[in-house]
DNA sequence: ATAAATGCAAAGCATTTGCAACCAT
DNA sequence: ATGGTTGCAAATGCTTTGCATTTAT
C-alpha cells in the first residue's frame, strides 16, 4: 500500500506545509492548507500538497481524519486526542478529555485482537450553533 | 445537504439491498452490496445501489461508516455499537462492548455542546492476522 | 394519474500519478 | 551525481446526477 520510501528530504514546501498545520486549531482541509501554503510559496501545486500530506500522515507527524464528508481534514497535532464534529457546521473541535488507553487492553481482552490506538468522535450541536438557535428563537 | 423527501416509496431493490445488508456482519462497501445484490437483481444499477444506501442512511436504517480508506464501508444495524478496523487486512469487526452514554454528558459539560452520539473505533491487529503472523514466525 | 424510483451514462470532485525539470544531499 | 521532490496536467476512482422510462401508490 504506501511505498516505502527511501530516505526523505528536507524541503521548502514540506517545511511550509507543517508549519501551517501546526499553526492552527481548525482541522483544515487540504484545499484550505495549500491556499495558505500559497500566500508563501505562490508556485506551490495542489499536488505537491496532498503529497506532503500524506507523507505527513505516514511518518505520524500529523493526524489525517476522514469524516463523513468526501474530504479529510488534517491534524498537526499527531498524539491522540478526541474530536467534537458540529453536524450543522461542520466545525472540528479537540476534546479536553484524556485518553482512556485502558479500553483499548479490554478490547484486546475482549476479541483476541492487538489494540494499537483508537478514535474517538462526538457528533452534536457546537456552543455557536447552539446559541444562533436560542437567539432566533 | 439532504433534500427532503416526501414519502418514500417500497421498491424490490431497496428492499434487497437492505436484507443483503442485515443478512452480512462483514460491514461491505457499496460495490460488495452491488454484487449481492445483483445475484438477485441482475439489472440493478450501481447508481441505484449508492442513491438507496444514502436514503437508508438518512433514514437511519443503516450506518454508514467512512475509514481512511477512500470508500464507506455500510453496516446493517443502525444502533450504536463500537468498531474494531484491522490495520493488516482491513477487515471491519463489530466490538462487544456497551455503549458509554456517559461520555457523551461529560463532553456536554465540558465543552458547552449538545452531543447527539459518538463513534469509537479501535485499530490494530486482528486475531487472524495475529495467528499468520505467530506461524510465520 | 402522479411523482418517486430506476437504469444508464455522463459528470463531479477529492485525490493520485506520470513525467520532465529541479534541487537537497 | 543521484534520486528524492516539484509543478503541471492528465488520470483515477468512488460517488452523484440528469434524463427518459418505469412503477408504486
Same mark, same amino acid.
Given at each position: 500500500?504506501? &511505498?516505502?520510501?527511501?530516505? #526523505? ?5 514540506r &517545511?511550509? #506545509?507543517?508549519r +501551517?498545520?501546526r499553526?492552527t486549531?481548525?482541522? @483544515?482541509?487540504a484545499e ?13 501545486s ?8 500524506? #507523507?505527513?500522515?505516514e ?13 479529510s481534514?488534517?491534524?498537526? +497535532? ?14 472540528? &473541535?479537540?476534546? @479536553? ?11 484486546e ?5 492487538q ?5 474517538? &468522535? ?16
Amino acid at each position: 500500500m504506501g &511505498e516505502v520510501r527511501g530516505f #526523505i528530504r528536507r524541503t521548502k514546501q514540506r &517545511e511550509v #506545509i507543517l508549519r +501551517v498545520l501546526r499553526s492552527t486549531r481548525c482541522h @483544515p482541509t487540504a484545499e484550505w492548507v495549500y491556499q495558505q501554503v500559497r500566500r508563501e510559496l505562490p508556485h506551490v501545486s495542489l499536488g505537491t500538497v496532498y503529497r506532503n500530506l500524506r #507523507i505527513l500522515s505516514e511518518t505520524g507527524e500529523v493526524l489525517e481524519l476522514r469524516y463523513s464528508k468526501s474530504y479529510s481534514r488534517f491534524d498537526g +497535532v499527531a498524539t491522540n486526542h478526541y474530536h467534537f464534529v458540529c453536524e450543522r457546521c461542520g466545525r472540528v &473541535e479537540d476534546v @479536553p478529555m484524556p485518553v482512556h488507553e485502558k479500553m483499548d487492553r479490554a478490547v484486546e481482552q475482549l476479541m483476541g485482537v492487538q489494540v494499537r490506538q483508537h478514535r474517538l &468522535e462526538f457528533y452534536g450541536l457546537c456552543a455557536r450553533c447552539l446559541a444562533a438557535d436560542a437567539n432566533s428563537r
